[in-house]
């Protein structure tokens, strides 16, 4: 079966802009996931989604906002980017809520922000 | 408070050598999952294992194996006659009742 999709690959945007990257979880998984990894802050979570509703969030600005279809593909959303943004971004998908059958990765999308 | 600690920062190892990788978690949670995940140049995390806070099994999966003690909070890593193909970022995760929380990663290097 296809795994986690996530597009685009590679981005690169100037400060204030903003950006949108989508991930298509494995058919049939109905959470998605968000992590942002940097070198200096690690893996952070970003937000979970469930059945089109977000169910947890991290400590993020609200800059940083997502959605979830009725296909379970999701999205998130960056506005009026910073430097810091800059960062891979990793979406998991999961059967259940909260992953306690274990998360699948997507490749990420790797965001420079010049 | 939830958290993972990976105390080595980077371990380097010639090929055919064994190698344990360390991780102790913090949870006041009585029901957690446990986990460890692969990251490769190519940025992906890949699963290896799972591992539930009532089931202390050891686990053996061909060259690897996990050793999760409740006792001292530990689940360690281990990789038995190491390959340069094991090179990567190892992140080890703790599922409590909130998202994963992940280590900071353990980068190995295998040499030939």
């Known amino acids: 079966k296809a795994g986690v999709t996530q597009t685009p690959r590679y981005l690169i945007k100037t400060r204030g802009q903003q950006v949108t990257l989508s991930c298509s979880p494995i058919?049939?998984?109905?959470?998605v996931s968000w992590y942002q990894q940097t070198p200096g802050q690690g893996l952070q979570f970003l937000f979970e989604?469930?059945?089109?509703?977000?169910?947890n969030k991290g400590n993020f600005p609200g800059r940083f906002s997502g959605r979830q279809f009725s296909n379970s593909r999701s999205e998130m959303n960056v506005s009026t980017l910073e430097l810091g943004d800059s960062a891979l971004y990793l979406c998991?998908?999961?059967?259940?809520?909260?992953?306690?059958?274990?998360?699948?990765f997507g490749s990420g999308t790797r965001l420079t922000v010049v | 408070a939830q958290k993972v600690t990976q105390a080595q920062t980077e371990i380097s190892v010639v090929e055919k050598e064994d190698v344990t990788l360390d991780c102790v978690y913090e949870?006041?949670?009585?029901?957690?999952?446990l986990f460890w995940y692969k990251q490769p140049p190519s940025g992906e995390l890949v699963f290896l294992i799972r591992?539930?806070?009532?089931?202390?099994q050891n686990e053996i999966s061909g060259r690897y194996s996990w050793n999760f003690q409740k006792s001292t909070s530990s689940f360690n890593f281990t990789i038995t006659a190491s390959q340069v193909v094991d090179s990567a970022v190892y992140f080890c995760?703790?599922?409590?009742?909130?998202?994963?929380?992940f280590g900071k990663g353990t980068r190995l290097s295998v040499i030939a």
């Open positions: 998991a998908s999961s059967l259940e809520r909260q992953g306690r059958t274990g998360y699948t």
């Open positions: 058919s049939g998984h109905r959470s």
């Open positions: 989604y469930f059945s089109e509703t977000q169910r």
């Open positions: 949870t006041r949670d009585t029901t957690y999952y």
């Open positions: 591992r539930n806070s009532f089931d202390e």
């Open positions: 995760a703790l599922l409590p009742n909130t998202p994963l929380v």
